[in-house]
T-cell receptor, first 115, second 110 residues
Framework: DTAVSQTPKYLVTQMGNDKSIKCEQN?????MYWYKQDSKKFLKIMFS???????INETVPNRFSPKSPDKAHLNLHINSLELGDSAVYFC??????????????FGPGTRLTVT | LAKTTQPISMDSYEGQEVNITCSHN???????ITWYQQFPSQGPRFIIQ???TKVTNEVASLFIPADRKSSTLSLPRVSLSDTAVYYCLVQGGSQGNLIFGKGTKLSVKP
């Protein structure tokens, strides 16, 4: 019954590898987001999709590529992982962000550790 | 883009009222102010949202002055379980303005 779910919860990998984090929401929302929270707890928006279309694309290395196969899923693929990518990544969803400002529902987070 | 500033930390005791202020001097006309709560190892959780004046729900109140350059989250009679990090978010919808503050770590003591 989890509203926004992410897999995996923990991800430990080596520099240079490629990895993916999956996100699914069962709330019927139109908009999904990816955030990065670093060790200092700063929470920064990375991407946002509305009905599978990219609407927010902050200054993020192009090694990060979001993919939205349908509006209930927004996956994050990361190529050539670097030490600085170590962080907690949160997925979130909301009602149609193009129609108004709505509360976001966050997933439990994926802790990525790059060694 | 509207930058937000919050106190890094605050201490309180059970039963007290806590007020956390967020500054957002460059807030745009179509921006809303939203507050989230985050416990360790969990995602942020929505508390309250407002555009101007005062908003109240069962958890908190949000005070926004006429110039909207700041906002104050008020938590009445806090308990130990309110110990968390509180984030102020200025959000402008489709314009992509999603700026979280650096968070205020609230510690509630018995």
């Amino acid at each position: 019954d989890t509203a926004v779910s992410q897999t995996p919860k923990y991800l430990v990998t080596q520099m240079g590898n490629d990895k993916s984090i999956k996100c699914e929401q069962n709330l019927g929302h139109d908009t999904m987001y990816w955030y990065k929270q670093d060790s200092k707890k700063f929470l920064k928006i990375m991407f946002s999709y509305n009905n599978k279309e990219l609407i927010i694309n902050e200054t993020v290395p192009n090694r990060f590529s979001p993919k939205s196969p349908d509006k209930a899923h927004l996956n994050l693929h990361i190529n050539s992982l670097e030490l600085g990518d170590s962080a907690v990544y949160f997925c979130a969803s909301s009602q149609d962000a193009l129609a108004g400002v709505y509360e976001q529902y966050f997933g439990p987070g994926t802790r990525l550790t790059v060694t | 883009l509207a930058k937000t500033t919050q106190p890094i930390s605050m201490d309180s005791y059970e039963g007290q009222e806590v007020n956390i202020t967020c500054s957002h001097n460059n807030i745009a006309t179509n921006d809303y102010i939203t507050w989230y709560q985050q416990f360790p190892s969990q995602g942020p959780r929505f508390i309250i949202q407002g555009y101007k004046t005062k908003v109240t729900n069962e958890v908190a109140s949000l005070f926004i002055p006429a110039d909207r350059k700041s906002s104050t989250l008020s938590l009445p009679r806090v308990s130990l379980s309110d110990t968390a990090v509180y984030y102020c978010l200025v959000q402008g919808g489709s314009q992509g303005n999603l700026i979280f503050g650096k968070g205020t770590k609230l510690s509630v003591k018995p």
